[in-house]
């Protein structure tokens, strides 16, 4: 699978990916009207608004980005409602040629974790058949519990030739009180990359391993040492924009192939109708803003990479 | 919410909880094949399995034990379905007077963990209402991202009087993995320990918080340490039983006062029927191989404990 998605962002020239990470007040009002016409101020209703705005999205930027990253949280707090519209998303943007990282972070114990990648990355066995839960192409992983609780998602990666990215380093203020402390005199977060490397090794495509990892777009620093420990390991970099990671920041984040890492950004694109730069959209044209929110962020981060 | 789990573990009499983790191999054949023929071999029918063997499993066992531990990853490996499942499951848990514990081991960054919490233990707004989307009582919370991937699931206990469980020390074999480097000269779960501590401090209940922690039965040692660090925190204890840790291992996870410990057993107690010790309940009679599994785990713990 990361063949596909290194094919998506060389032929897009796009080493980015848009969040898909919906909160209520990003919703035009047009859509929450509609769709608490037709379900009322239910979960429905809200799940709903999520569907048509994810859609709408999707819709005006398919054509120039090679993947998008919903966050399961922001669909899970609407209940069973929440995950169907998470389902819908993820299985239309596939539709549409995107790669779809379903940015779940779980990890749990050997048999545990067997069922996360099963439900999410492979396919479930009911009686003599087999299902595919929510079918996601990548799916972010959790280490906190070690290899037996990492290794079920690249077995299942390897059967269905899917992907994971493990976090290593996370882009949030509070990230290094647990994964920056010295251990022998090196991070955490280091010991972390070198095990990822090692899964890594298990499950290689053409040039980069479907292992890959999260490093926050907020620590370029440790961005560029982490470069350097994992070089095929791809680099999912949350943080850009509106958490305050800069394009410049990220040159280091790549390999000198020009690939190597893909930025995401969530808010910044799928809420631009809201910054004043795209205000003149307006609301009704939210996609459109966020059309152009990803263009400029291309630019931004291509012409930062001398592309 | 802590004070509702210690009143039902002392009107009990029964520091355990049973891990509703259902595998298909577990269903007794008559639940697998009457769901499949009201809905085929689909997801659906495996959820209506589930939901089946689950119901039977507390109908027998509700009046012995103080709640329940839904391990989400089995429900969400067969989709919305499954999900569906799980949901019910809890619901029907809460009726029958027990505490649910959500073993989701969910944790991002913050506006993500507030999702999840919101999700999960509080109330999501949609309109001018608020619902509730899985609703359980407390949830398991993975610490890897630091304070702020956990703050949020405070605050909503404390909006809600819910609780959450942090991964301290995972049962798992390569839990050490990361969790026993050494910081200082300190093992990492030790960290996690004191910020528990300092996270649980701001929601206290009588005399326990309602941020407590798993350490596993498998790591007894550890777990004495553990439990003189954090003396107001409630212990849920994974790893009694199939996973190998016995009850005189885990005398030293519980205080003077005979609290501070919860045990778990999933597949101990919800497959008993499979064990030779149970075997001549037969297949049909899964359940009440599951509740004398129940008694003779208290007898086992309370034993231990000099009860």
């Known amino acids: 699978m990361i063949d596909k998605?290194?094919?998506?962002?060389?032929?897009?020239?796009?080493?980015?990916?848009?969040g898909l990470d919906p909160m209520m007040n990003y919703i035009p009002e047009h859509i929450q009207k509609a769709a608490f016409e037709e379900y009322g101020e239910t979960l429905k209703g809200a799940a709903e608004a999520i569907w048509v705005y994810n859609k709408g999205i999707i819709d005006a930027t398919y054509d120039l980005i090679p993947a998008v990253k919903p966050q399961i949280a922001m669909y899970e707090q609407f209940g069973i409602e929440g995950l169907i519209a998470f389902h819908k998303t993820c299985a239309y943007a596939k539709e549409k040629g995107l790669v779809v990282i379903g940015d779940i972070k779980r990890g749990?114990?050997?048999?545990?974790s067997t069922a996360y990648a099963v439900g999410h990355l492979g396919?479930?066995?009911?009686?003599?058949?087999?299902?595919?839960?929510?079918?996601?192409?990548?799916?972010?992983?959790?280490p906190y519990l070690g290899t037996d609780g990492v290794k079920p998602f690249v077995d299942v990666c390897k059967e269905e030739n899917k992907g994971i990215f493990v976090l290593v380093k996370t882009s949030n203020p509070s990230s290094g009180e647990f994964q920056d402390k010295l251990v022998d005199g090196r991070p955490l977060?280091?010991?972390?990359?070198?095990?990822?490397?090692?899964?890594?090794?298990?499950?290689?495509?053409?040039t980069y391993s479907n292992v890959g990892c999260v490093v926050g777009a907020?620590?370029?620093e440790m961005g560029k040492v982490l470069r350097k420990l994992m070089p095929k390991t791809y680099i999912l970099v949350p943080g850009y924009g509106a958490q305050g990671g800069k394009a410049a920041d990220l040159v280091h984040y790549f390999n000198e192939d020009g690939?190597?890492?893909i930025v995401n950004s969530?808010?910044?694109?799928?809420?631009?109708?809201?910054?004043?730069?795209?205000?003149?959209?307006?609301?009704?044209?939210?996609?459109?803003?966020?059309?152009q929110a990803v263009v400029d962020m291309i630019a931004d981060i291509n012409g930062a990479l001398g592309k």
Chains 1, 2 share one sequence.
């Not at 749990?108 to 545990?112: A, M, N, P, V």
């Not at 910044?268 to 966020?290: C, L, M």
């Open 108 to 112: 749990d114990i050997g048999s545990t």
């Open 123 to 142: 396919k479930v066995k009911v009686g003599s058949k087999a299902f595919a839960g929510f079918d996601e192409d990548f799916v972010t992983v959790n």
């Open 259 to 261: 690939l190597g890492a």
């Open 218 to 220: 907020t620590y370029p």
């Open 189 to 206: 977060y280091e010991l972390v990359a070198e095990k990822v490397v090692e899964w890594g090794n298990e499950c290689m495509g053409d």
């Open 266 to 291: 969530s808010r910044g694109i799928i809420a631009a109708y809201k910054q004043d730069k795209y205000a003149s959209f307006g609301e009704a044209n939210y996609a459109e803003a966020s059309r």
């Open 5 to 18: 998605l290194i094919k998506n962002i060389q032929e897009k020239n796009a080493p980015i990916v848009v």
